[in-house]
């Protein structure tokens, strides 16, 4: 898996396809952003996690997972709130879901949230190990205010924990699974 890695990265035209789903289309120049110290661009991050969500609803009985597109997060924070971001769930159930990932551009870097609602808790995965409690509020926030709209009722919003996840240390091999998984188009 290693030397197919470095081959795939090593390919000099970066306007090659490489992988080809979701309605995306990933070039050897897109792949070329998960190079190690390299920024990832928004078309990888988009595309990977389209695998993970149909990864996991193609497997019976693993956790439902939903991921908004790298565009939510500014959309959500651009001062209207809920009401900015209303129509992106229009044709889904947010609480039908066990986990739900929203990429997060901070400026020069990206980390993830995750709303877990198992556990209920939503947390922020930032290779950079800073904290984002602000970001984990304005979730909770945003929850109520859909929960409201599809619920019909109040989300008990004090049942919830916010909290952050280092993750600095694996994000080089992170990096490599995440090139073999997408030019497979398969999580392993």
């Given amino acids: 898996m ?11 035209d970066p306007n090659q396809v490489i992988s080809r789903a979701f309605k995306l289309c990933i ?12 920024w990832l661009n928004d078309k990888v991050i988009n595309f990977y996690l389209s695998l993970l969500m149909k990864r996991n609803s193609d497997q019976l009985g693993s956790l439902k997972v939903f991921s908004f597109s790298t565009f939510f997060y500014s959309k959500l924070q651009s001062g209207e709130g809920h009401a900015a971001v209303k129509n992106w ?11 739900v990932f929203v990429p997060l551009h901070l400026g020069m870097h990206w980390a993830l949230a995750v709303i877990d609602f198992k556990s209920q808790t939503i947390q922020c995965y930032d290779s950079m190990g800073q904290r984002h409690d602000d970001i984990c509020h304005m979730f ?15 989300l008990e919003a004090s049942r919830w924990t916010i909290g952050r996840m280092r993750t600095y240390c694996d994000i080089p091999l992170f990096r490599k699974v995440m090139v073999w998984e997408i030019v497979h188009e398969k999580i392993l």
Avoid: P, R
Wanted: some cysteine; glycine content about 6%.
């Fill in 2 to 12: 290693s030397s197919e890695v470095n081959d795939t990265l090593a390919l000099q």
């Fill in 27 to 38: 070039t050897q120049g897109d792949l070329a952003t998960l190079k190690e110290g390299c």
């Fill in 89 to 99: 769930t229009k044709t889904q159930d947010l609480f039908l879901f066990d986990l």
């Fill in 140 to 154: 909770l926030k945003y929850l109520t205010e859909e929960h409201k709209v599809k619920k019909g009722c109040i």
